[in-house]
């Protein structure tokens, strides 16, 4: 079992820049793919990013493509998501999330097991 605190959040305005940390519990962090979702009031839980164990695959949702950049740390047991250009849009509830099995796409919330409580982000325009 792992636990995720997340970190990071706070209000910026638009066209600002923020990181994003997960911090992992446990010895096992590299077993896990890792993802980032959010949640804005009113929406459902949306997919951001997402890496698989080693950190050599990402993915994006189209969305946050070429803004946001995922990365992970084995040895800190950290996963990041530096988010710049950012919109009023992008206004929300961001949570990590991991998982151990091998899915063919980390893009759907089912495929991950464990999650964070989250951290908010808010983006004044």
């Known amino acids: 079992q792992v636990q995720l605190v997340e970190s990071g959040g706070g209000l910026v305005q638009a066209g600002d820049s923020l990181s994003l940390s997960c911090a992992a519990s446990g010895n096992t962090f590299s077993s896990y793919f890792m993802g980032w979702f959010r949640q804005a009031p009113g929406k459902e839980r949306e997919f951001v990013a997402a890496v698989r164990r080693t950190g050599s695959i990402t993915y994006y949702a189209d969305s946050v493509k070429g803004r946001f950049t995922i990365s992970r740390n084995n040895a800190k047991r950290t996963v990041y998501l530096q988010m710049n250009s950012l919109k009023a849009e992008d206004t929300a509830g961001y949570y990590c999330?991991?998982?151990?099995?091998?899915?063919?796409?980390?893009?759907?919330?089912?495929?991950?097991?464990?999650w964070g409580q989250g951290t908010q982000v808010t983006v004044s325009s």
């Open positions: 999330a991991a998982g151990s099995s091998w899915p063919t796409s980390l893009r759907g919330p089912s495929v991950y097991e464990y």
